[in-house]
Every structure is written in C-alpha cells, then in structure tokens.
C-alpha cells in the first residue's frame, strides 16, 4: 500500500545532542510536512516544501532545519535538542488536491 | 488572520447517541475545510472534506460535515456514535489563496460512553 512512513517511532536523545527524523513516502506527492504536536494540542506546521521549495514558518526556531533530498525523503534535523523540544513529530503528504496523508508520527524523549 | 475555532476541547456522548462537534473558521473566502481524526500515539487520518459543490460532505466511519457560508461553519456529526469513535478530532482550513498551508483548530476529544 502507499504510503507515508516515519522512523524510528520512538526517539530518544540527550540534551543538546543533535537528532534526525525521517520521512518517506510511496505516494509521489509533491508536498512534505513536518509538524510538531505536543500533549493535548494541535500539530504546529515547523515548515513544508513543494518540490524543492521550501517554505519555513515564521516562528519556527533555527534549532529546527529541513531537508529533501528526493521526492520520497524528508528529514528533520533537531541541532540541539531541549526539553521543550519534546513531542511528537508528525511528517505529511499532499498534492494540489490539498488532503494531506499523516504517517504515523515519531515521539522524541529529550533526556 | 485565518483562524479555526472548536467549541468545546471535550464532548462526551453516550453509545447510540448524537455526535456533534462544532467548527467555525474566519475568512470572508471559504476555505478547504477539513476534518482530521487522530487514535492515541498515532497519525492523522482524513475523515471528509470540503473545497466547492455540494456542502453536505459524507465521510468515512459514518460521518458526514455541512458547510454554511452564512454561519462560517463546517460542524461535524454522526447520527449514532460507537466506542471506536473515541478519539481526537481537528478540524481545518486551508485559504482559498493557493498555499498549502494548514490551520488546524484546537482539537476535540471524544468521549464515549457505553
């Protein structure tokens, strides 16, 4: 089936160690998501490319950079992890039809 | 600024009964609308959605949302809930100005009773 697939699920990292999430898809979108969801709250868009354009949100923090080496592969580079940056990382797909396919989210502990 | 209010942060309903959750969004230009469901410790999943047409929009698991441009709203409702419908669920937008960018209202859990 396609798809949109994160790994690892789980993540643990250490303070101040930097960290990379991974996103890939068998859906040929155009568009890629990354989204940061705390407890209890809505996903907060960090940023998203259409193809090769990338397109940072104002108030996301430089400790947060993106890369798209290819169509099916995102990733999310955390350069210096803090507590605050505990949450659950959520990557997303979609076309000009603007739906968006969820994978299944990476949950990082900051130690 | 484009906005998306869900009254409500938790509604509990009993097995059987009405399921209600309210959206209102704030744009003079309809937006995509969109409703999202999310189980514990696990991605979003699509349950219906709006661009242009018909406003009453049937979606999976029962569900179905009306758009009225009068009212700014887009409430979702099933006519007869089950505990699998336990869930979280947020509501959408995306503006009519040909981005991609998504505002996603604050969430409602669901609470089903048996």
């Known amino acids: 089936d396609a798809m949109v697939i994160q790994n690892p699920r789980y993540q643990v990292t250490q303070f101040g160690k930097p960290v990379t999430l991974s996103c890939s898809q068998t859906l040929n979108h155009n568009v890629m998501y990354w989204y940061q969801q705390k407890s209890s709250q809505a996903p907060k868009l960090l940023f998203h490319?259409?193809?090769?354009?990338?397109?940072n949100e104002a108030d996301t923090p430089d400790n947060f950079q993106s890369r798209r080496p290819n169509t099916s592969f995102c990733f999310l580079d955390i350069r210096s992890p803090g507590l605050g940056d505990a949450a659950m990382y959520l990557c997303?797909?979609?076309?000009?039809?603007?739906?968006?396919?969820f994978g299944p989210g990476t949950r990082l502990l900051v130690l | 600024a484009q906005s998306v209010t869900q009254l409500g942060s938790h509604v509990s309903v009993s097995e059987g009964a009405l399921v209600l959750l309210r959206c209102n969004y704030s744009s003079s230009v309809p937006p995509y609308l969109f409703w999202y469901v999310q189980y514990p410790n696990q991605g979003l999943q699509l349950l219906l959605k709006?661009?242009?047409?018909?406003?009453l929009v049937k979606g999976i698991n029962g569900f179905e949302a009306e758009f009225k441009k009068s009212e700014t709203s887009f409430h979702l409702t099933k006519p007869s809930a089950h505990m699998s419908d336990a869930a979280e669920y947020f509501c959408a937008v995306i503006p009519n100005t040909g981005g991609f960018k998504t505002i996603f209202g604050a969430g409602t859990r669901l609470f089903v009773k048996a």
């Open positions: 997303a797909t979609s076309t000009d039809s603007k739906t968006q396919y």
């Open positions: 490319y259409y193809d090769k354009d990338f397109n």
């Open positions: 709006y661009t242009t047409g018909a406003t």
